[in-house]
């Protein structure tokens, strides 16, 4: 593959492909952005007309949906396997953002940090978490929570280790993915609380659906330049991705290439993504994240150089060229 072709329709969709799209070359491959309202009709020219599996097309979503299998892939966002529609469900090209014990993890993608911003440290730091507070529903849920509770805090990760599962629920129903969706809300829940007594004004929560637990909370905001402000220089918590037991996904990228500190909940991958950096800015469980938390606040000299150590993991291409030498070699299989 030499050329990545990423045409779709709605500019929205950018936001969640973070700086990949401004990146003009990984390895040996060109990044070519034809998104959008108008450039999108270029694109789809262009695939009417190309048919070398040297030039390899992608939509989001499937905004067209592109059946052609030899050199085009649908790239579906937000959410697992069980996202795409069932009418496109057998088409061998079709590849997703997330993925847990639950899913399909075959045809997962992640599109690594790039072009990661060069800052250091804000004086007066802050602890920044920006998310969105999940509604729960289901009866079980909140039945394993209550009985396993202590469980999931003492070891976060446990929540991706299915011989535990096993021994809880059947993991193959039809709501194994919606508890382990909860479980994940539910343990968000816990250790924001434990941050907000812990932190204080030292912690900016932004988020409306959080307003009526905490008060202070800011209010929704979508704009990237206000994103970016918030997480450049700042320590940024975040507990993984609801659908994903992977470490980079759309919000974990997003403050990397800010120039912020990702301070994140162990999750399946931690260990080979971070390296070094695991036993800094990962924590393993509430009483870890309450240590690592003191370390930052005792010892913020050392921040600018985390910061840059967390530059450097992210700045060699190994890989996201791993991630376009899968896309390719699903395709000529």
């Excluded at 980079?248 to 912020?260: D, F, Q």
Aim: glycine share 4%.
């Amino acid at each position: 593959m030499k050329y990545l072709i990423f045409i779709f329709k709605h500019r929205f969709r950018k936001n969640s492909l973070n700086n990949l799209l401004k990146c003009k070359k990984i390895g040996d491959t060109y990044i070519i952005d034809l998104s959008g309202p108008y450039f999108y009709f270029l694109g789809k020219i262009l695939y009417f007309f190309i048919r070398s599996n040297k030039v390899v097309f992608i939509s989001c979503d499937g905004l067209d949906f592109l059946k052609r299998e030899i050199n085009s892939i649908n790239f579906w966002l937000g959410g697992t396997s069980n996202k795409i529609p069932e009418k496109y469900r057998n088409f061998r090209n079709n590849f997703v953002a997330a993925s847990t014990l639950f899913t399909d993890e075959s045809k997962l993608l992640i599109f690594y940090p790039t072009l990661i911003a060069s800052n250091k440290m804000n004086k007066n730091f802050k602890f920044v978490y920006i998310s969105y507070n999940k509604k729960i529903e289901l009866t079980e849920s909140f039945s394993i929570w209550k009985k396993y509770e202590n469980f999931f805090l003492d070891r976060l990760d446990i929540i991706n280790d299915k011989k535990f599962w096993n021994n809880v629920i059947d993991v193959n129903s039809s709501i194994s993915q919606q508890i382990y969706i909860d479980i994940k809300s539910l343990i968000r829940i816990r250790l924001l609380e434990e941050l907000n007594d812990k932190l204080k004004n030292q912690l900016v929560l932004v988020g409306s659906s959080w307003q009526k637990i905490y008060p202070n909370a800011l209010e929704d905001n979508y704009s990237n330049k206000f994103i970016k402000k918030m997480y450049e220089g700042n320590i940024c918590i975040d507990f993984g991705s609801k659908n994903s037991e992977k470490s980079i996904y759309p919000r974990a990228c997003k403050i990397i290439e800010s120039g912020g500190i990702l301070f994140q909940s162990e999750q399946k991958d931690s260990k080979s993504v971070f390296g070094n950096l695991f036993d800094v800015t990962c924590f393993k469980s509430l009483k870890d994240m309450n240590d690592k938390v003191d370390y930052f606040l005792k010892n913020s000299d050392l921040l600018d150089e985390i910061l840059l150590k967390q530059k450097k993991n992210f700045e060699n291409e190994k890989l996201n060229y791993k991630t376009l030498l899968k896309i390719s070699n699903s395709l000529s299989n």
